[in-house]
């Protein structure tokens, strides 16, 4: 690994952004007298948003609702599909992403205005469909355990995504909320190989960590599934019958999977830490994730993009489903129970 390479963080570069009209380079025929990229600090900013919640409507992924009180995420996932979204605010897609966190301070005020509307049904939600809540920052900013108390006094239901141990500090509000059948919860685990989850995961909570986690939900009897995302050949692909293993006998119910794909900015990203990390390997890794995508590493095609196609993408859903066969069987979610909704945050008479 070379001697400039930025511990703790997943991007070494801060790629282009499309968006903007001019760049920083150092293609100046003098040369630089110093060296252009720094080991970044985190630097926070405060956005002041008007909505919230979003709808999705990508065909694959059903009709659905998210919400992101962070945009960009400190754990540094080098393969994280919402690193494009930081374009749009003037960031680098690249180390930006990981070291330049947006805050919505005001995203309980903004949900809990949504669900006091007249016209809203209730629908699960998705916390953190893009960017982690369980970040680092929530330790300090407790955005996320705010807007759990706002679910928990309407009783409606939501699902929760993360890869941090930091959800067990809510467990108070997600036990409230699976009484009533409102929650379902979800842990991604990419990698049991703590030197892989190093390098592709800096700022995440360990493997061990993250079934200790799983198990500690189950036992409160909260729903609780794992995410083996994304699938990436040559390094985690073999890993899937562990993943699946681990995570049903630490109490998953349920478990789901992607396989990688680089689209916009993340190919240029992922392709300069693969070099970085895995010299001795990064034909093999690039040239599958290609087979994988109809001979490029990006796929925007609905129905296809998260699950690949050929005989590469073929057999390592074959795994994924003799796996999820043998160590989760009937295993289930129970169902989202969306007649407990208060209309107004009270209980109806009657």
């Not at 380079?25 to 979003?54: C, R, W």
């Not at 699976?178 to 703590?194: G, K, P, R």
């Not at 899937?240 to 478990?255: F, R």
């Amino acid at each position: 690994m070379e001697d400039d390479y930025f511990k703790g963080r997943g991007a070494q570069i801060r790629t282009d952004n499309k968006y903007l009209k001019a760049q920083y380079v150092t293609e100046h025929v003098e040369g630089l007298d110093e060296p252009l990229m720094e080991a970044p600090t985190t630097q926070v900013f405060y956005e002041t948003s008007k909505t919230i919640v979003n709808k999705v409507t990508s065909p694959d992924l059903g009709m659905m609702y998210s919400t992101n009180p962070y945009q960009g995420c400190e754990h540094g996932c080098i393969y994280c599909y919402a690193r494009n979204t930081h374009e749009y605010w003037g960031f680098s897609a690249g180390i930006d992403f990981e070291s330049k966190i947006i805050v919505k301070k005001n995203a309980p005020q903004l949900l809990e205005k949504m669900l006091l509307s007249p016209t809203w049904q209730p629908v699960p939600i998705s916390v953190s469909g893009n960017t982690d809540c369980y970040q680092p920052l929530e330790r300090k900013m407790e955005i996320t355990r705010s807007m759990l108390k706002v679910f928990a006094r309407y009783r409606h239901p939501l699902g929760m995504i993360t890869k941090n141990g930091l959800i067990l500090r809510d467990l108070d509000l997600l036990k409230d909320l699976a009484q009533d059948n409102l929650v379902h919860v979800y842990i991604s685990i990419t990698t049991l190989d703590e030197k892989l989850r190093s390098v592709m995961e800096p700022r995440t909570a360990s493997a061990v960590k993250r079934l200790k986690t799983v198990e500690a939900l189950a036992k409160a009897g909260i729903p609780v599934g794992v995410m083996n995302a994304p699938i990436i050949p040559g390094l985690n692909h073999h890993e899937i019958p562990q993943v699946l293993k681990a995570a049903s006998e630490h109490g998953a119910l349920s478990v789901g999977m992607t396989v990688v794909r680089l689209n916009g900015s993340i190919g240029q990203i992922f392709e300069d830490w693969l070099r970085k990390n895995f010299p001795d390997r990064f034909e093999k890794v690039w040239h599958q994730i290609c087979e994988m995508h109809g001979g490029k590493v990006n796929d925007s095609n609905f129905g296809r993009r998260m699950t690949g196609e050929g005989n590469f993408a073929q057999a390592i859903h074959q795994l994924f489903r003799a796996s999820k066969k043998k160590y989760f069987g009937d295993k289930s979610m129970p169902p989202i129970d969306l007649t407990k909704f208060r209309r107004g945050g009270n209980l109806s008479l009657f």
